[in-house]
């Protein structure tokens, strides 16, 4: 297929996106149950370990902060497609390097091109709303969730296998399938902006900061907005410690890992793809978002109470409504928003959850890395799943004072 946005292509169907979604995450799934042994070989003691992997969950974090809102824009302008190609090879070279690391440093270097190529989130997000109507956005975000869902699957399973053979391998299969999904977008996935709906490209639009000023001052949507931070923020937190903090309480391996985030990928692929639209139309999105919300909290202080590593996997299971948030959230920041603008719309959004991983990891890792010496069943060590909960719980007040005010249906 031609790179050109004015050659002819197929119609724009979310099935497209879908595909090279489910690849790009598998591909990074493959990586979680590894990137903290693999820092571990590079420093002496646990609390240095939470430490750099935090360092680096934040350079990553700061990258993606920094060009994701541009990444978005410019999707805006020229499509999305090719930016989406941008990103498949931007992580590809990401995961080499990663994978040819002689020290931190090297390590520092791949976390770079990483950030700064990580949009696919955001792009996809943008080229579902493209091929969406107002009514069925919800949906298709949802299905877009569940494509990552199901890259989790697989990908922390995976890699968490493969891990234990060598800790480099599941690096060098991710940067295979990095590339295998750009040789696949760039034949298969047509473009899903037209020409008309193109807008031009700003230095405003571009930078993170005014991106985001521009959605909090969105008055009809800040709160929802300050919601939906609290969220991803509580959700970073959990992501960026949970190999770490299962490693030291409960001694799992990689493929120990890679388990139990087979586990939490089915669980999201499930409700996403088949239970989501159900449960939005029986009850409605700002039901649904408090529901979710409500599930997490709970969820996360089992977590930090957890004494046994079986425990965990009950927990998960029992979290199904928590994966129905983010999409809920969304679709209730999107649905007042302009057509021209949802890739800087969903860029906006994704560098807040980017905004978390700069301050997330470095909080939970600090945290982490002081309870790291303590004995295995001692409550402090959950002490980064209890933060979770209270920022879950401090969205819940604020949803819950917003919707109230403004009469929202629930």
């Not at 298709?140 to 391998?169: E, Q, R, W, Y």
Request: aromatic share 10%; with cysteine; net charge positive.
């Amino acid at each position: 297929m031609s790179s050109s946005p004015d050659a002819p292509q197929a119609p724009a169907n979310l099935n497209f996106v879908l595909v090279a979604v489910f690849i790009d995450m598998l591909g990074i799934g493959l990586i979680i149950p590894v990137m903290p042994p693999l820092v571990g070989q590079f420093v002496s003691g646990r609390d240095e370990q939470a430490f750099w992997f935090g360092v680096l969950s934040t350079v990553f974090g700061l990258m993606q902060f920094l060009f994701m809102p541009m990444l978005g824009a410019i999707s805006d302008r020229v499509g999305r497609r090719p930016v989406m190609l941008y990103s498949m090879a931007g992580m590809c070279l990401n995961f080499l390097s990663t994978a040819w690391a002689p020290n931190l440093a090297f390590m520092f270097i791949g976390r770079v091109i990483g950030g700064m190529s990580s949009a696919s989130m955001s792009v996809a997000s943008a080229y579902a709303s493209d091929v969406s109507t107002p009514k069925t956005r919800a949906k298709s975000f949802g299905k877009v969730g569940a494509a990552f869902g199901l890259g989790f699957i697989c990908g922390p399973a995976l890699g968490g296998l493969l891990g234990d053979i060598n800790l480099h391998l599941p690096f060098y299969v991710a940067a295979g399938l990095c590339a295998a999904n750009f040789v696949y977008g760039y034949i298969a996935v047509p473009e899903s902006l037209p020409l008309a709906r193109r807008s031009a490209l700003s230095l405003a639009k571009i930078n993170p900061f005014s991106s985001l000023l521009r959605l909090i001052r969105r008055t009809e949507v800040r709160t929802v907005v300050i919601v939906y931070a609290l969220t991803a923020f509580a959700q970073m937190m959990l992501q960026t410690t949970w190999v770490l903090y299962t490693t030291f309480r409960f001694d799992w391996s990689p493929g120990d890992n890679g388990v139990a985030l087979f586990c939490v990928g089915l669980s999201s692929a499930v409700v996403q793809a088949v239970l989501l639209g159900m449960l939005m139309k029986r009850l409605g999105e700002v039901r649904l978002a408090l529901l979710g919300m409500a599930s997490g909290t709970i969820t996360y202080v089992l977590f930090g109470l957890a004494t046994e590593g079986w425990m965990m996997y009950v927990f998960i299971l029992c979290n199904l409504l928590s994966y129905t948030t983010v999409p809920a959230l969304q679709s209730i920041i999107s649905r007042d928003s302009d057509a021209s603008a949802q890739g800087e719309l969903m860029g906006s959004l994704h560098s807040i959850s980017a905004l978390g991983v700069i301050f997330m990891p470095l909080l939970g890792s600090a945290v982490l890395g002081m309870a790291s010496h303590l004995p295995p069943h001692d409550w402090r060590i959950g002490s980064t799943f209890f933060l979770c909960a209270a920022m879950q719980g401090v969205a819940i007040g604020v949803a819950l004072f917003y919707f109230k005010a403004h009469r929202m249906r629930t």
